[in-house]
């Protein structure tokens, strides 16, 4: 993915950048690579959705960059509460273990979604190309490979389908310890606490249709 500057008017322009994410190195290394762009005006950093919230209140960023997974909570769910705080604000979701519809981006009041597999020139020039009002929606095929394996897959369709795991366990031929298993990891994966939450997550990132 070559993403190419904006030119004119709108290159000129400077941007307050707010960064989303609770894993440190991640956390640290785009605060430095966009602290670092000339068109940064100031890069402000959170590891939480109320830290997020608290600092847009506060400075009003162009453009927050969350991570769809943030720990305990959906970085969607922080978009949609960015958005009703700041309508002025532009959202840029990126993840490293999932993918996420278009459809489902905007839902939530993205306006675009990168993986965290970019080169680092690439999630920079597409934070300033949302900060400047465009979108960024990757084609299909450049989109993060989904997170959960075959089986997982299949298990989470038959939770969505309201399945009981005994039911689950007829269904696939597998033993109910081991579909509690893969419940166990559809849990942890998608950072539900129960049924419902996962299935609900698995929607908004675009996993069940």
């Known amino acids: 993915m070559n993403l190419h500057a904006p030119t004119g008017r709108l290159a000129e322009r400077r941007l307050r950048v707010l960064v989303v994410d609770d894993h440190d190195v991640v956390h640290w290394g785009f605060r430095v690579l966009l602290g670092e762009q000339p068109w940064v005006e100031r890069c402000l950093a959170a590891r939480t959705g109320a830290e997020a919230l608290e600092?847009?209140?506060t400075f009003g960023p162009h453009v927050a960059l969350v991570d769809l997974f943030l720990a305990g909570e959906s970085g969607a769910d922080v978009?949609?509460?960015i958005r009703v705080e700041s309508p002025s604000t532009r959202v840029l979701l990126i993840?490293?273990?999932g993918r996420m519809s278009p459809h489902a981006a905007r839902a939530a009041g993205a306006s675009g979604?990168?993986?965290?597999?970019?080169?680092a020139r690439d999630v920079a020039m597409a934070v300033r190309m949302v900060g400047l009002g465009?979108?960024?929606?990757p084609p299909k095929a450049d989109q993060p490979a989904p997170m959960l394996s075959e089986r997982e897959r299949e298990v989470l369709d038959l939770i969505a389908a309201g399945s009981t795991n005994r039911e689950i366990a007829e269904r696939l031929y597998l033993s109910p310890h081991t579909v509690k298993?893969?419940?166990?990891?559809?849990?942890?994966?998608l950072q539900a606490r129960n049924r419902a939450e996962a299935v609900q997550r698995a929607q908004r990132i675009g996993l069940l249709g």
């Open 95 to 97: 993840s490293g273990a």
């Open 134 to 137: 465009m979108t960024m929606f």
């Open 79 to 81: 978009c949609e509460s």
């Open 181 to 189: 298993e893969h419940t166990s990891a559809l849990y942890r994966k």
């Open 113 to 119: 979604f990168v993986s965290k597999d970019w080169e």
């Open 55 to 57: 600092l847009t209140r």
